[in-house]
């Protein structure tokens, strides 16, 4: 058993993420044990404890912490698939939990397949801050009391289209930027240059200096579009493009360290991408 314990081969958390979110997402397939004379209720709670229990037995820790978050995530994209086709006021709701479930999954796998040495379970983003989940659980209880009260608020469908377009712009253009900047991309902000930290200006980042936050900012806004939020969609414009405006600046305080006249010739001809956020301001 101690060989087990070693470090795993390169690529192994990717795999092991991608089939255990896939074995969450086999949710799907719930309404055909209802139709066999399941209970609803009780076919999704035996459904959640034989998931779990197989978990518990084909992994140990630390592999088995990958796989709940992994198995969670695609738990919540397929009930968000189930809902987005049922006919009720919540459809909409479930675009939002395949696109949220989709967005925590994918950083976690692009992590691991572009750079696993910056690898963690941190790489979910499940816990990213405290103002992240009073956001969305804001955003829940918004969409909730609306749905309750003014229900045809949440069926203007052209509008949820609209951002369920932004959200999928948004999380093709920072994935794509992940996987631009390879290696050099980490979750946290870097204050000290590494050995193989390089200036990425091609793909992507010629567009723009900051595409992942750039993706990432429209990918929040978007979430609330297509929940038809006004309340937290007009709170979440403000609050995520304060917080990139201030992310934007710190790291280019960073990069201008690194790298020096080089990205500052970078910067001048390259915008960051996001409405009026310039970047820090250097006085030559």
Not at 14 to 41: C, E, H
Not at 92 to 113: N, P, Q, R
């Amino acid at each position: 058993m101690a060989g087990c314990m070693a470090r795993a081969p390169r690529g192994s958390e990717a795999r092991l993420s991608l089939a255990t979110f896939l074995l969450g997402a086999s949710v799907l397939a719930l309404p055909l044990l209802t139709r066999a004379g399941l209970q609803g209720r009780t076919g999704l709670a035996l459904y959640v404890a034989g998931l779990n229990a197989l978990l518990l037995l084909l992994y140990r820790p630390p592999r088995y912490q990958i796989a709940i978050r992994a198995c969670f995530l695609g738990f919540v994209f397929g009930c968000g698939m189930l809902l987005s086709f049922s006919q009720s006021s919540w459809n909409h709701f479930g675009w939002y939990m395949c696109s949220l479930s989709l967005f925590h999954y994918s950083e976690y796998l692009v992590t691991a397949v572009n750079n696993p040495k910056s690898l963690s379970l941190d790489s979910f983003l499940l816990n990213h801050s405290l103002e992240y989940t009073v956001a969305a659980l804001s955003s829940w209880i918004e969409f909730t009391l609306e749905n309750i009260f003014w229900p045809e608020l949440k069926q203007v469908t052209w509008l949820s289209t609209a951002g369920l377009l932004m959200v999928v712009f948004g999380e093709c253009l920072r994935k794509a930027a992940m996987f631009t900047a390879g290696s050099n991309f980490n979750h946290v902000v870097q204050n000290e240059k590494s050995d193989t930290h390089t200036l990425v200006t091609s793909g992507v980042y010629a567009w723009f200096r900051h595409p992942s936050y750039v993706g990432w900012f429209y990918w929040s806004i978007g979430t609330q579009v297509m929940l038809c939020n006004p309340v937290c969609g007009v709170a979440y414009a403000l609050t995520v493009w304060r917080f990139f405006r201030d992310r934007t600046e710190e790291e280019e305080i960073s990069l201008i360290h690194f790298f020096g006249e080089e990205y500052l010739e970078y910067k001048k001809r390259v915008p960051t991408g996001l409405p009026f956020i310039k970047g820090v301001k250097v006085d030559l």
